[in-house]
């Protein structure tokens, strides 16, 4: 249906549903004269207009309660989304360590430790902070807690910064930590603000040491490593 | 009322970037809403020792309240309950689907509402899905009704509340309405004209 014939009809009912009896006959007799479609349309609109329906209240009123129970349950246990992987970035590498890793005396250190702690359903282990040192932000820390870390002003980021506007919402830099090699490493993101590290664009992977200075917008992030040279997850 | 600071700080901005491209509110305010309001309902579920207790009409206004606050002007209060709406829309078409497709297999439902077009006592899940896709075909070709119902069948908004957040008469609201709910019946007792 055309909203310009939709129109057509709705008018006529409208002036129909007012008239009862022989006057509302007469008024569509007269309001339809020559276009018989236009009649049996409005004729079952009128025959549908109980006053009420399905549409009388609402759904989270009529719904079964049980039904809208559950619904509203399962909503709420529904897992959060996974961020979708970026294929532009390496993933971190899942795989023995590599000779030269540099660690505590004493400690064994492997890949499969640092999984069994993420996969313990507590709170995941710390890896690393994030300093503001310039910005709206100024003095506040960020935690990097996981493999993959979005840094962006929407609450939904891992990181999140969201006192200055001049950063981008979604993803505007990413670090990861790859837990094989012990190493961070920052991305751009899929944003377009432009990440800086120690005065250099971003434009691919790059290694991270420590006090390294990331930029974003008006932000300026100081890197502080817990994991690295003297200390890894067991 | 515990403020969402962080949450309505973007929702707020959100709301205000977009003043001048409405269409694309529900777009960016969607994701933003649906994640908050599960926050917020987590948090309710967890508060209360019956976990029955959590109503989705209060989840709206009260996600309304503390991410937009009272003070705003009423175009962002429409923006805000109609995405609101959109979100428990999908969750319960969610629902419906999941359910339905475990009982029989999904598929195509008409919902016979019987001779004397009775008000059922209670939605059965098949009515949610044919009402859905019902307002589908009604925003073809009249946008602001499929708005208007949507806001109060899905929203659990009071019809004077669609009109006020609608910005428009309570009179013309109701009309919308009734031309609205007479198509939607029409459709969904399968007596459209052919």
Known sequence: MTSERWQQIEAVFREAVRREGDKRLSYLEKACQGDADLRVEVESLLASDSGGGLLEGSALDSLATEDLASAMDEWCAEPQ????????????????????VSAPAGSELTVASFASLSAQGGPEPILGWLVCVQGPDQGRDYRIRCARNRIGRASLMDICIEG??????????????????????????????????????????????AYDLIELGKTGLRFVPFCGERFQWT | MEPLSAESRQVTEVLREMRDRPELFNERLFPILYQVMKKMARKQLNNEREAR???????VHEAYMRLVGSDQEWQNRAHFLSCASNVMRQILIDYAR???????????????????????TA?????????NEALDRLKEFDPLKEELVKLKFFGGLTVAEVAKVKGISLTTAKDHLRAAQAWMNRELSGAAPR
């Open chain 2, 53 to 59: 207790t959590l109503q989705p009409t209060v989840l």
């Open chain 2, 123 to 131: 939605l059965s899940l098949d009515a949610i899905l044919a009402v």
């Open chain 1, 81 to 100: 989304p996974k961020p979708e992987p970026q294929a532009q970035l390496e993933p971190p590498e899942v795989a023995t360590p590599v000779a030269g």
């Open chain 2, 98 to 120: 999941r359910r339905i497709s475990a009982k029989r297999g999904s598929g195509a439902v008409r919902v016979p509402l019987g001779d004397d077009q009775a008000v059922p």
């Open chain 1, 164 to 209: 200055d506007n001049s950063v981008s919402r979604d993803t505007h830099a990413i670090i990861t930590y790859d837990p094989s090699r012990n190493r961070f490493r920052l991305y751009p993101g899929s944003a377009h603000g432009i990440v800086y590290l120690n005065g250099r664009c971003v434009d691919g992977a790059s290694e991270l040491s």
